[in-house]
């Protein structure tokens, strides 16, 4: 099976902090994605990224950046959060185009 | 238009019957369809998925795709009170990595 692990389910933080959100896949996918679902919007992809170092911008990547150094994990940077990043953020990953995702368990962020 | 268009719901059904869950695409060049179902406060969970025109079952699912009207249904036969929950359609374009998913149908099955 195929194990997606997100590295916090509910997380806290004040606005104007760095927020970390990690993602880690143990099935060798080539692909890994971030979206974040809000209520009656659905899922909305942020980033992605096909290969280590690659990354390619999703619908929504304005105060996002993300960074891929090895196959397996993949982290979402929220460079000063702010009060509208308060989600649900989901982690997903597949082995290569067409491919269906996988998603981890996904993070509550709320910034107060 | 929304790329990816999906009845929010809720659709209500009573245990036992066929509920019938509808999904509309806009780009003709989508050749990969998918359905998530995601229970509340939980991640989606992929449970079929399509690339070829027709009818593919599995189990209690059956995933349908009509590419030259640009849908795709999925369809659970004996609907149980588990199967309650949202159901996500999922859409990739040829030739693009990314997944574009609708907003999702609510389906209430009802004991």
């Known amino acids: 099976d195929v194990k997606v692990t997100q590295s916090s389910r509910y997380l806290v933080k004040r606005t104007g902090e760095k927020v970390f959100l990690e993602c880690v896949q143990d099935?060798?996918?080539?692909?890994m994605f971030w979206y974040r679902q809000d209520p009656g919007l659905g899922l909305r992809l942020i980033y992605f990224?096909?290969?280590?170092?690659?990354?390619e911008k999703g619908d929504i990547p304005e105060g996002y950046s993300v960074s891929r150094e090895k196959k397996e994990r993949f982290s979402l940077i929220l460079e000063s959060a702010s009060t509208n990043q308060t989600s649900m953020y989901l982690c997903?990953?597949?082995?290569?185009?067409?491919?269906?995702?996988?998603f981890g368990d996904g993070t509550r962020l709320s910034i107060l | 238009q929304k790329e990816v268009e999906q009845n929010s719901g809720p659709l209500s059904v009573p245990e036992g019957a066929i509920a019938s869950l509808n999904c509309t695409y806009s780009?003709?060049?989508?050749?990969?369809f998918f359905w998530y179902r995601q229970y509340s406060g939980k991640s989606p969970e992929l449970i079929m998925f399509i690339y070829s025109n027709g009818d593919k079952e599995d189990g209690r699912f059956t995933a349908q795709l009509n590419k030259a009207s640009q849908y795709v249904s999925l369809l659970i036969r004996d609907s149980q009170p588990s199967d309650s929950a949202t159901y996500l359609c999922?859409?990739?374009?040829?030739?693009?990595?990314?997944?574009?998913f609708g907003t999702g149908t609510k389906l209430q099955v009802i004991p």
């Open positions: 099935m060798d996918h080539e692909n």
């Open positions: 997903a990953s597949s082995t290569g185009q067409n491919q269906p995702q996988h």
């Open positions: 780009d003709r060049g989508s050749q990969s």
């Open positions: 999922a859409v990739i374009v040829r030739g693009y990595q990314k997944v574009t």
């Open positions: 990224s096909y290969d280590v170092k690659m990354k």
